[in-house]
């Protein structure tokens, strides 16, 4: 550009400059004349209206306290013409005063109780006076006419004090708006200063972009030269015509030879040159690519006038490392490294796209919440690195072709296998696994037991999501399963899984529609033959069919529905068992099964109370039987829960007993007063010497722990003879009788010797 046409431009720039403060000076000037004049009316208004209106309430509060002086004075001295002559000009002070507010604020509710207060003021001041000058002055009540007109004084205070707020907020409004006007007036005031400066500024600089436009092309032409990233030209040949000193130094970083420039090109650079002429619009392309150990951003250009290309290379190697170590994580377990559920989604739903068959195994350390309770997260944390890091060594070991393992949560892996695993094979491979781990001592001495729930693309999924539900419900009937640490889905786990959901959608139907019934079994002594209560046992009729507890209770714990059946169960039983106790079986006990996950909730205790307080059964009626499992939770708070329950007169019966683990361990520790032996140890006790061995155990313990020994499953009348001989006090069972309806159960109570 000429110097001439840069002088044009100068000019041209300065006249819009000077007309740009032109209309800005205007501006400024308007705004001052307009601002200093809103500022002067609302000083004159502050002055005339706000602050004189702190001296009407000082006067108001100050008359108030004088008439209260005046009714003392008079009280003392009875001086009838002083207490007249004071009061009444301070009392047509106070009125002149309140008008005088009045017509500032207006009719506000403190200007209304104060109006009130100095009508009641009148009011007293009248009674006050007959009373003093009566001719027998009844002096108790002056003393108490004196502390009303005080209290009635003293209440007009915080009316006062509101109204000095009101008037302080809005001298701090006005003074407020006061110092905006003012903080904008000096805005512009330095705006305009500030305006003026930049014109200098710009004139002076235009006058001298003349003499400094041949230094800039010189420094420009300089560019290159000094740039310390890589510029490289190259012909349309992709000939090297130039390279700056940079280009030198990353051949001497990289170790080619001097001479070897073209060696930094890209080998797909072609592409994009041809990319960039069929565009024909941008003319320039950026791409990344890498050399040796090193990554570089080009930004390519087409020169169509000197027919030729410009490379500039940044090196984005730093960055391109950070890329990759977010990346990393993204897709990787950040626990052990291994590929994480993410990138599982990803290639299931890629190998499903592709209809290519696999097998996607489920794998999950089994008792992994035991490890965490017994050894802590640390131990847990490390026990899974280690397990996660002999998967991978075993597949490697066993050289399973195209085998991948995932971290799918804290104690889940899953294993995709690009080939449709047979029965047998995958047998196999569950074998050579489970060797490897359980022959491996992981930390703290700690042993692994892995659970495997297995299914195969297409005929067990079509997709994800169907893949790892139906793997997960192979897992689930695995870890269940004492003798199986695998299980391949098949369509009757699926159908099973199936029915299982209907049942859990018909059961959460049946509990908000109380489609229950109760049924009660009853229990007798052995000694006497009498019956001394009886089992509340819960059924449920679907569709016609009834469902057996053993079949639909572990769905409504897994569903999360115990809590709320739990409650209706033992509502229920307790309703009943105060009706029979109404109808003369005043000493009956009935007793209720109580979950483990209910027992857990931290408002079973007051439940409880509830439910005995609603329906108004005496606690020596109700037995709860819990599990040996009560102690999965918490055994401390379990032990404190049985012993309040205890305290409450319930009587307390361990369930099952016999079924559980380290039974003799803590069983001194619960306050109960019954051992139910489970039916198992019954149903095969004349003929099994190892079950009578167990029971007589049991027998024995209850009664040098003075525990009641019931014992269900009673069946036959042999059975019933064996239990009577070893010393057992109570039974329940079909021998005896079939659980029964409430009014067949009260027919039968009839029938019968009861307690």
Partial sequence: MSINNLIQRSHRLINVIFALVLVLGIAVSAVVYYKGDYIAKKTADLIAQEVPAYDLLSKLNNSLIEQERFFYEFYATQKQDDFAQGYLVTNQQTQRVFAELLVRFGDIPPLEITQNSLQELNKLA???VLNIIAAETNWDLARQQLRTITDVRRATSPQIQQLITLTENKVELSEQVILNGLELV??????????????????AKALKAYLSTDARNQRLSLFSTRNPNPVISLDSRNVVTYRNPATKRLLDILGFPEDKTEWLLANNIGEYQKQIL????????????QIEQLYFQCDLHWLEDQRQWDMHLTDITERKKF????????????QTGLLNHYELEKTVTQLCESEQKFTFGL???????????????TVASTVVEEVATSLENILLSIDKEGCRVFHVSEKSFVLVCTSDLSNRQIDSLVQKIDQRISSTIFHCQYQVQLDFGFANFPQHGKNYTQLHKNSLAALDKSASSRDKSHVLFNLKLGEKLLYEQQLIDDLRVAIDRVQFELYFQPQMALSSGKIIGAE???????????????EFIPLVERAGLIDKLGDWILHTACQKAQNLVSLGWSELVIAVNISPLQFGRKDFLSKVK??????????????????EGVIIFNEQEAIETLAQLKNLGLHLAIDDFGTGYSSLSYLRKFNIDKLKIDQSFIQDIQHQTADQSIVRTIIELGRNLELKVIAEGVEELEQQEILA??????????????????????????????V
Wanted: one cysteine or more; charged letters at 20%; glycine letters at 8%.
């Fill in 363 to 377: 794998i999950e350390i089994r008792s992994f919440s035991q490890l965490i309770s017994g050894q802590g997260l």
């Fill in 725 to 754: 001989a070893m010393g057992c006090d109570e039974i329940q069972g079909f021998y005896f009788s079939n659980p029964l309806p409430e009014q067949q159960f009260i027919d039968f109570l009839q029938q019968h010797k009861t």
């Fill in 186 to 203: 000096r805005f512009f005031v330095v705006l305009y200063g500030l305006a003026t400066l930049i014109v200098a500024y710009i004139v």
């Fill in 278 to 289: 069929e565009e024909g619009k941008a003319g320039s392309k950026q791409f990344e690519y």
């Fill in 126 to 128: 009248d009674e006050f």
């Fill in 323 to 334: 890329e990759q170590e977010l990346l990393f994580k993204a897709s990787h377990h950040p």
């Fill in 536 to 550: 509340a046992l819960i059924r449920w009729q679907r569709n016609g069919n009834w469902i057996t507890p053993s």
């Fill in 610 to 627: 509830n439910v005995l307080k609603e329906t108004g059964l005496q606690a020596k009626n109700l037995e709860l039987e819990v599990t």
